[in-house]
């Protein structure tokens, strides 16, 4: 099973708006992203969990905050975005190692107003 | 630095052609992988096939096969036998052993149109 679930699937919110992204997998992966992707690019990295402590931050800006509960949830915390920030935010997981494939779950489409 | 170009922006294939997705890649890595996912426009990026760098066989999965040439630093991508649902995006990716851990490097992605 190579399943990543996220949740929302569609997200609308305002700029004061604070609102969190969800991601799970069930694969015994020790090693969670979150990734942006903008239309008709390819995705960008945003942070790397590795069992659960935050290993990458591609100096993201701090309205966006991701938290690793558990190895199986990761969560990304949205607070006083900007409409740049729409985009598709994608969920990927993979076994520890760096050449190991990531598997990406469906994503969840934000617009911000 | 790793760089990974897709110099095919779009191109269109009839249904039951074949099609090669070209890729080529720059590393200095002694070890890396080679990915390629599709993305259709529901949005999920499918893992389609890996190729290790040294792996001797080309790698192969179901109608999807990559064409790799070390020494030429290439990985194309070959779909046999196109279907209507293959229409989607294409990215190749690689990761490197010294490379940042964990980062993926995508190349610009080729835009897939199969016609009946």
């Known amino acids: 099973d190579t399943e990543v679930t996220q949740t929302p699937k569609h997200l609308v919110m305002g700029m004061t708006n604070k609102k969190s992204l969800k991601c799970e997998q069930h694969?015994?992966?020790?090693?969670m992203y979150w990734y942006k992707q903008k239309a008709k690019k390819p995705p960008e990295l945003m942070f790397v969990?590795?069992?659960?402590?935050?290993?990458i931050n591609e100096s993201v800006p701090s309205r966006f905050s991701p938290e690793c509960p558990n190895s199986s949830l990761l969560n990304l915390h949205l607070h006083a975005l900007q409409p740049e920030d729409s985009a598709l935010y994608l969920c990927?997981?993979?076994?520890?190692?760096?050449?190991?494939?990531?598997?990406f779950g469906p994503g969840t489409r934000l617009l911000v107003l | 630095a790793q760089k990974i170009t897709q110099t095919q922006p779009g191109m269109f294939v009839q249904e039951k052609e074949a099609v090669t997705l070209d890729c080529t890649y720059d590393?200095?890595?002694?070890?890396?992988?080679l990915f390629w996912y599709k993305q259709p426009s529901s949005g999920e990026m499918i893992f389609l096939i890996y190729?290790?760098?040294?792996?001797?066989q080309n790698a192969t999965e179901g109608r999807y096969s990559l064409n790799f040439q070390k020494a030429r630093k290439s990985a194309n991508l070959v779909i046999s036998a196109s279907q209507l649902g293959d229409s989607a995006m294409y990215f190749c990716?690689?990761?490197?052993?010294?490379?940042?851990?964990?980062?993926?490097?995508f190349g610009a992605g080729t835009q897939v149109v199969v016609t009946p």
């Open positions: 990716a690689m990761r490197g052993s010294t490379d940042s851990w964990g980062k993926l490097q």
């Open positions: 990927a997981s993979s076994q520890e190692g760096q050449v190991e494939t990531q598997y």
């Open positions: 190729q290790g760098s040294y792996d001797q």
């Open positions: 590393t200095s890595d002694p070890s890396y992988g």
């Open positions: 694969m015994g992966h020790r090693a």
């Open positions: 969990y590795s069992y659960e402590k935050l290993s």
